[in-house]
């Protein structure tokens, strides 16, 4: 009897054992393609005859030392007239420079190259992310792995493994047409390569407009699972027009940001910078850009990358209509046959069972200039056709969306900032947008590397409503933002009658901070702050508050932390956050 249960007990735990493993959660194989930006890719003329390869695009910096030394006497002239205010000669000469550099990437004017270019080869063998590391480690000319950091995050996070990432490359100056017939290829190459019967599409800036042509034209071929638009330039960007028409306007302030951001240590270069007049830098580019215009003039993927607004412009004044006839034909269906179909493309993609999902970043304006909300290159409605406020501006307390997408009353799709409205976008349900996050940093911010792994990698989040950890709307945690507050019982950017208190938590990598007060501008709430304690690097704190959250909704406010940031020679600091009063 005794061996008769022992031998049951020995049969219960094998199957138990077997039962576990066979319902265990496996990693997905689908293949993974990441579809690089603009001008992300190296470009490069091969070397003949054993000679080395000539790097165009990314160049080496001993070229331009190079063009330094052969055109001293010309810079060093520029730099005088620049001190007794010849702010254009020097642009100018900067813009030569930038010719002697760069010209070998000229197109001829039907959109082909002059020299001949190459990019690394889209071989499955080659391009998958096991090798193209050991390749970087041992190739001296080619210096890093595009998304390096975000592969080792998947990797490191237990999401996917190197040999099934790949990297699709391209040569930046042809448009998306052309590309995305390239990606096509790349895309069966490497399910033959890997016997998986589709992949998943993970795309960043320039590379969604590829990826969003390519599904426009192929996607009866049912080869894609999964696609992640990570900022894509889905309707352009009036960035090509104010370079080509030297109509240079920088926003001065944001670029430092912009800076500090990449630099990411919280750093505050702003305040070296404070008593500049940075217009001076809009005369130097747009002195300069006749050179680079000399290189870009038939990029044909300038002309995708314009928005449509500007591009009858650019086509007109820029382009003969005979040497560039194949630039202009390619284009036009770009811009009136693609662009326009965006919502119902997306709509498509769902109903073949191809899943989409938008990650746009707002907040800055474009860094040439102009009054659009956007990432720093690209605006927001152009990443997600949403209804988008002007920079600066906001939509009044008790907007109404305007729900052309989405009409469900109790899903909300305006921003707790009140600039954006998705209930009209492409996506509404499967776009999410991060604040105060700059264009393709996704690298560099936990949250968003976050996001794009549980999209890309996982079937977590179905859409935006799915996990409260990844709302729709989201405030950036880049370190150089200092600090990140949310409502304790909320979505992030929004305060009801449920919430208790606000959580805050210390961005900053080595610093540690002293709250000193909080407040809801508009509302009679009490924060008891100052019984916080310091907040060490990484570390979060709840503060209650007392008061009544009225009863209104789609109601702005702002919500304003004084704090000292210890560690530096720095006086009180400020963070504001703008919220919404979602009470009714």
Known sequence: MKRFVSIMLCVAMIFSCVSVAAFAEEKDDTPVILVPGFLQPYMYIEGEDGAEDEYLWLFKKEKLFERIA??????????????????????????????AIAEKLRCNPDGTSVYPVVHYKNDPAESNAANLKKVVSKDAERKNLLFESFIDYAVENDYAEYENIYVFEYDSRYDPIILAEELREFIKDVKEYTGSEQVNLFTVSYGGLITATYLYYYLDDADVDKVVLNVPPLQGTDFPDRLFRKNVDLPFYTLIDFVESVLGAGTNIAEIFGAIDGSFLDTVLNSASGGMLDVVEYWSSIYSISSTE??????????????????????????YEIMPAMEDLFAECYEKGTEVSIIVCTGSSICLGGNLNGDILVPVYSASGAEVALMGERFPDGYQPVGSSCSNEEHNHVSPSMEIDASGSYLPENTWYIEDSYHAMFELEDY?????????????????????AYPQFEFSNNSHQGLYA?????????????????????????????????????????FDALTSGLLMPGESIEIAFEGDVPEVKAKRSTLVIEY???????????????ITINNA
């Open 70 to 99: 052969d055109d001293i006497g010309n810079l060093t002239l520029s730099i005088f007239g620049l001190l007794v205010g010849d702010v254009e000669g020097f642009g100018e000469t900067l813009g030569g420079g930038a010719y």
């Open 564 to 578: 000292v940031k210890l560690g530096i020679l720095t006086g009180c600091a400020t963070k504001e956050f703008e």
């Open 486 to 526: 949310k409502f304790n019982k909320s979505s992030s950017g929004y305060i009801s009658s449920d919430d208790t208190a606000v959580i805050i938590e210390n961005l900053y990598q080595n610093n540690a901070v002293k709250i000193l007060s909080v407040k809801a501008e508009g509302l009679d709430l009490d």
């Open 448 to 468: 968003a590397m976050s996001l794009c792994a549980k999209l890309i990698f996982t079937d977590d989040l179905e859409d935006v409503h799915s996990d409260p």
């Open 310 to 335: 500007y591009y009858e412009g650019m086509k007109k004044d820029f382009l003969d209509s005979e040497a560039s006839k194949e630039i202009i034909e390619r284009n036009d269906i770009i811009h």
